[in-house]
């Protein structure tokens, strides 16, 4: 107060139209720091999330959750949605006021828990609805335990997810191709074209095809993940992201595209051509987290958001037909709505009844700030290098001049990975947090690997 009458008693000698401004200025000053309640108390809570979730899935959720008794009872009247790359998450949320943290995967979630950003959830604010979700679904983790949150979970799954691809069949049929069924079938020269016919993301760019590497890297092992994804790259197109890749199957450009399930869903819906695949016993289910932020001041109101996220009202929206997720609930398809969506409940028990990996969540984190940037560096920035050189080879079998152990010897050498596992976990913190080390490592890999495919490139077109 002793501000503002400072500010009063300066104006009283000068214009009345200087102190009206001048008033009126510490006023705004006032509510947007919370002095005077700002929204919070006169126009209701804004709840803030962060997440990784598009618009399309926001704008479903929204209003039916702000028309809910949840929110109405929790004095919550607005959602601010918050969307930075995961590398940015934890710095967006130490500067405060996110509440919730929506959407991302496993991995990022069981980083932030080991970061201390999340809140453990309590059963009992929470009420039943947090033990009305199953541990396990399928073999994969719906809920996260980690010694520090005691019995309470660090976060919760609010829907299930599995990997694999989509493909255009109108396209497979124009270049008399089998439909895949594996990460190997991807990796196959024989679905080579020029230009390609398979779209991958860019590892930093989409964390959904992020999770699909990780997935090839524990189904083979290090050393042989590495080879692998290398000849998927060398086979395919590198996209922006996910969505990129999507649009690329859906308009016919590509005929192979690695995705989520729901977007391989989304697209059989609208384009009859098109078939999501989930590679046999050698995908996994993935339980999609929601969370509350350690330092939201509105825990009430967060809690709010997650029961209605969690019932089976809630999960019903998952299977809207612009959304096609599948929810952690299945008695999702017994409401209303749910039992309009027969097609959608049959997928869903096909993916739960799919065998998958063993995958370890926590092995992935140990190496995923460095397994991101190495995929960019030695994948997507020398991809022109990489396809000179596979083209190289496949033209040299072809003609017969490359036999099949010298095009294995090729292969080998060129997936090897620069690091070792033991390496790529050892560097991890350093490249999630140092940019100066992170951007160093990632040109002096780029540029090994670039020099790598030009050499074998000149040694197979001199055979």
Not at 114 to 130: A, C, K, N, R, V
Request: negative net charge.
């Amino acid at each position: 107060m002793n501000k503002l009458a400072h500010i009063i008693w300066y104006n009283n000698n000068n214009s009345m139209k200087k102190f009206i401004i001048s008033i009126a200025l510490v006023i705004m000053i006032l509510f947007s720091s919370g002095c005077l309640g700002g929204d919070d108390e006169a126009e209701g809570i804004t709840l803030t999330i962060i997440t990784r979730h598009d618009t399309s899935i926001q704008e479903v959720f929204e209003n039916p959750f702000l028309d809910s008794t949840y929110a109405v009872e929790a004095g919550i009247t607005k959602i601010r949605y918050m969307q930075p790359v995961p590398g940015l998450w934890p710095t967006a949320i130490d500067n405060g006021g996110i509440d919730v943290a929506w959407g991302g995967g496993p991995t990022l979630f069981d980083q932030l828990a080991d970061l201390g950003y999340l809140m453990p959830l309590s059963e009992e604010t929470l009420g039943d609805i947090l033990s009305e979700i199953e541990d396990t679904i399928g073999g994969a983790p719906m809920k996260r335990y980690i010694s520090e949150y005691g019995d309470d979970p660090a976060w919760v799954a609010a829907a299930i997810s599995s990997f694999g691809f989509t493909v255009n069949h109108k396209v497979l049929d124009f270049y008399g191709l089998v439909k895949p069924e594996t990460w190997d079938d991807l990796a196959d020269p024989i679905y080579f074209k020029d230009p390609p016919i398979i779209g991958i993301g860019n590892a930093p760019d989409t964390t959904s095809n992020t999770r699909i590497y990780e997935i090839i890297l524990q189904n083979y092992g290090w050393e042989e993940g590495w080879i692998k994804l290398t000849e998927i790259a060398a086979n395919s197109g590198i996209y922006y992201g996910s969505v990129d890749v999507l649009n690329a199957v859906e308009t016919g450009e590509i005929a192979i595209g690695t995705t989520i399930d729901f977007y391989g869903y989304s697209a059989m819906e609208d384009f009859p051509d098109t078939e999501y695949v989930i590679p046999r016993g050698q995908s996994l289910l993935n339980g999609d987290p929601i969370a509350i932020m350690y330092n939201t001041q509105k825990v009430a109101a967060a809690e709010a958001f997650i029961k209605f996220v969690l019932s089976p009202e809630g999960q019903s929206l998952w299977l809207d037909d612009t959304i096609n997720r599948m929810p952690v609930r299945a008695d999702a398809f017994d409401t209303e709505f749910g039992k309009t969506r027969t097609k959608l409940k049959d997928l869903y028990e096909l993916t739960i009844a799919n065998q998958g990996i063993e995958f370890s969540d926590a092995l992935a984190s140990s190496y995923e700030g460095t397994v991101v940037p190495y995929w960019s560096a030695v994948l997507n920035k020398p991809h022109g290098n990489l396809l000179s050189a596979w083209r190289a080879m496949i033209k040299a079998k072809d003609e017969g001049r490359l036999t099949q152990t010298q095009w294995d010897y090729y292969v080998g050498i060129m997936g090897a990975p620069l690091i070792t596992l033991e390496e790529a976990q050892e560097i991890n913190d350093s490249m999630l947090k140092d940019s100066t080390f992170s951007n160093a490592k990632s040109v002096e890999w780029a540029d090994e690997k670039a020099e790598l495919y030009d050499q074998i490139k000149e040694e197979i077109e001199n055979l």
